[in-house]
Nanobody
Framework: QVQLVESGGGLVQPGGSLTLSCVAS????????MGWYRQAPGNQREFVAS??????TYGNVVKGRFTISRDDAKNTIYLQMNSLRPEDTAVYYC????????WGQGTQVTVSS
């Protein structure tokens, strides 16, 4: 069983930066994808970024602004978010897929002046 806990969300002004963290309890295998999704009110959950071993993939709307990374010793992945826009406002969820799909509880990111 895997549990995921996100942190690092908050309120930031447009153009600012935030770093999200997702700590996993239970064994995580780097050969399986782990990543971030987000959901804004009234919208479907959308893909943000994922990492498998050292291969990273990004959604088109965040490419060039967000960076996903991992620290296997800490069982943690990160999402460095730069040049934030109001449309990045959403609840950000951590996800891990190995057989089952595991989700964290989410962390709110609000981009507003």
């Amino acid at each position: 069983q895997v549990q995921l806990v996100e942190s690092g969300g908050g309120l930031v002004q447009p153009g600012g930066s935030l770093t999200l963290s997702c700590v996993a309890s239970g064994r995580i295998f780097e050969a399986y994808p782990m990543g971030w999704y987000r959901q804004a009110p009234g919208n479907q959950r959308e893909f943000v970024a994922s990492i498998m071993r050292r291969t990273t993939t990004y959604g088109n709307v965040v490419k060039g602004r967000f960076t996903i990374s991992r620290d296997d010793a800490k069982n943690t992945i990160y999402l460095q978010m730069n040049s934030l826009r109001p449309e990045d406002t959403a609840v950000y969820y951590c996800n891990y897929v190995k057989g089952s799909s595991y989700w964290g509880q989410g962390t709110q990111v609000t981009v507003s002046s």
